[in-house]
Every structure is written in structure tokens, then in C-alpha cells.
């Protein structure tokens, strides 16, 4: 199975400000034949179920706001959050699509500093 | 609009046995694949089985392998998770969730998902 990890656990940023979170695969997820890397991130509030945010670890899902982009390739992503909103606090994961099981990174949880 | 509706949850004792539903709507079912997801309570997310949009492959974790099968109605736009020989650690909400990827993949983000129901395994 592919392990995902992410880093940090939590944190907290004050509003407008720049949020990073890092997620890691155990191999990597790049498919050579179609040159895509098969890395999602979803935002989860309390409560509610996962929302899509980035699929194919860069292509921001229909509707979200541009503020949150996603980078990286084969084994080291990157989600940023580019000026924090008040509604952004939740949990993020990231998952790899790329070999069944599907895998989960832990969540990161971010907060208002 | 897209609409995954979970149904079928419940309080079960070790053992025993659940069926659970996810009704759905807005879009072309059996172009896509499905999956679900669980969220054991405070913890993150579990992938636990999928169903292939062209009905030809199903996929398990091996958590539940053996012990729950996941199938579709494709006529009635309904997904299904028969889940059997059920422990304390299956106690979880269970998302439905469909792929983004048309044509049925089963290798695609999942791009919207259900409220979820909640499965409790307890004596």
C-alpha cells in the first residue's frame, strides 16, 4: 500500500496570511503514460463530509477559490493556501489515487493564529 | 445538482450484519465510479471499497475484504455496501462517494460525496 504522510499535524496562521501544508507518498504517484500525478487534496469542516479541492495534484476542482493551489510532483506535494480566510479552518487530506488502496494522509488541521 | 444520499446505518452488535444504500442523482450514474469512505469517530479517512463505472471491477481494502461486498443497481442509480461479520473497529461514518473522472475509472478523485451514516458495532 502507498503510505501518505503530512506535515505539519496542525497550525496556526493569522488571517490573510500564507498557510503550507506538505503530504508525502511512500512511491511515487506520477503515471508516465498520461504524465499526471494521481494526488488529490479535500478540506473537511466539523460536521460536514470531505470537499474536493485539487485533483491531479495542480487542477483547482470547479468553484473553489483561487487561493488554494497545488503543487508538486512524484512522491512531494504541496497545498498553499495563498491568504487565509476565516472559513478555511478545517482539516486538510491529501489522497493518492494512483494504486487501489486508495490512501489517505493523516489531515492536517488548520486554525486561526 | 449532484445528490449522494447514505441510508441504512444503524447500532449493530459484533457479528452481525448491515446493508447500507447511497441513492443518487444528478448525473449519469453509470458513467462513474463509486466508492466508500469511512470516518471512524475522530479519526481521518478510511478508503474501504469501489465500484468501477463500467460494473466490471470491484475493489476492497483489506480491512473488509471477505466480510463486506460492495455492489450497483445501475437502474435504480443506487450503490450498495453489504457489510457482514461486522467488529467494533467497522464502527464508523460511512461516506458514499463518486469519482470525477468520466468514463468510469475507478482511478479518479472522489468529487462529490454523501452526508454520510453512521455505523455503531456494540454490544
Known amino acids: 500500500d502507498i503510505v501518505m504522510t503530512q506535515s505539519p499535524d496542525s497550525l496556526a496562521v493569522s488571517l490573510g496570511e500564507r498557510a503550507t501544508i506538505n503530504c508525502k507518498s511512500s512511491?511515487?504517484?506520477?503515471?508516465?503514460?498520461?504524465?499526471?500525478?494521481?494526488l488529490a487534496w479535500y478540506q473537511q469542516k466539523p460536521g460536514q463530509p470531505p470537499k474536493l479541492l485539487i485533483y491531479?495534484?495542480?487542477t483547482r476542482e470547479s468553484g473553489v477559490p483561487d487561493r488554494f493551489s497545488g503543487s508538486g510532483s512524484g512522491t512531494d506535494f504541496t497545498l498553499t493556501i495563498s491568504s487565509l480566510q476565516a472559513e478555511d479552518v478545517a482539516v486538510y487530506y491529501c489522497?493518492?489515487?494512483?494504486?487501489?488502496?486508495?490512501?489517505f494522509g493523516p489531515g492536517t488541521k488548520v486554525d486561526i493564529k | 445538482e449532484v445528490q449522494l444520499l447514505e441510508s441504512g446505518g444503524g447500532l449493530v452488535q459484533p457479528g452481525g450484519s448491515l446493508r447500507l444504500s447511497c441513492a443518487a442523482s444528478g448525473f449519469t450514474f453509470s458513467s462513474y465510479a463509486m466508492s466508500w469512505v469511512r470516518q471512524a469517530p475522530g479519526k481521518g479517512l478510511e478508503w474501504v471499497s469501489g465500484f468501477s463505472g463500467d460494473g466490471g471491477s470491484t475493489y476492497y481494502a483489506d480491512s473488509v475484504k471477505g466480510r463486506f461486498t460492495i455492489s450497483r443497481d445501475n437502474s435504480k442509480n443506487t450503490l450498495y455496501l453489504q457489510m457482514n461479520s461486522l467488529r467494533a473497529e467497522d464502527t464508523a461514518v460511512y461516506y458514499c462517494?463518486?469519482?470525477?473522472?468520466?468514463?468510469?475509472?475507478?482511478?479518479?478523485?472522489?468529487?462529490?460525496w454523501g452526508q454520510g451514516t453512521l455505523v455503531t458495532v456494540s454490544s
Open positions: 491531479w495534484a495542480s
Open positions: 512511491q511515487s504517484v506520477l503515471y508516465s503514460s498520461n504524465n499526471k500525478n494521481y
Open positions: 462517494a463518486k469519482g470525477n473522472n468520466v468514463g468510469g475509472t475507478s482511478y479518479s478523485a472522489f468529487d462529490y
Open positions: 489522497q493518492q489515487y494512483y494504486n487501489i488502496p486508495f490512501t
